[in-house]
């Protein structure tokens, strides 16, 4: 967090670069509720909405069956470009039955609940990096 004037809003003095991605990345999936944690789940490529909408079908679809068997369940997503997109909203209207889906802010990773889950799994991992070379995960 930074202090600055109105006025030096753009001043390049006045902002802080991030860089994402530091040591390589893979690309993972995961659901969880206050109960239960889903499936974790290897994304191979990049997710693109097809494959958005194939683990909705594959894990999310079958989680809140469980957790929710009366449709009462709220799935809450991030809103990323994937989730945005008109088959991933259709696949939702399809299984509007089974469970709603909460009206989210996009980008919002503080209010999120399984960003926390992401940072305990980081940070395991990387303890495990450093004393061996095979992950167990």
């Not at 202090?3 to 969880?32: K, N």
């Not at 996009?106 to 399984?114: K, V």
Request: with cysteine; proline share 5%; aromatic share 10%.
């Amino acid at each position: 967090m930074i202090w600055r004037q109105a006025h030096e809003a753009m001043d390049f003095a006045c902002q802080v670069g991030t860089v994402q991605g530091h040591d390589g990345s893979i690309m993972v999936w995961g659901v969880l509720s206050l109960k239960f944690l889903g499936s974790f789940v290897l994304v191979p490529t990049s997710l693109n909405a097809i494959r958005y909408v194939e683990l909705k079908g594959d894990h999310l679809h079958l989680f809140m069956l469980y957790c929710h068997p009366h449709g009462n369940g709220a799935f809450q997503q991030d809103n990323c470009t994937s989730h945005r997109s008109r088959l991933a909203t259709a696949w939702l209207d399809e299984h509007s039955s089974d469970f709603s889906v909460m009206n989210w802010p996009p980008r919002s990773p503080d209010l999120n609940p399984i960003e926390h889950l992401w940072g305990v799994l980081e940070k395991d991992m990387k303890a495990h990096h450093t004393t061996s070379a095979t992950p167990r995960y």
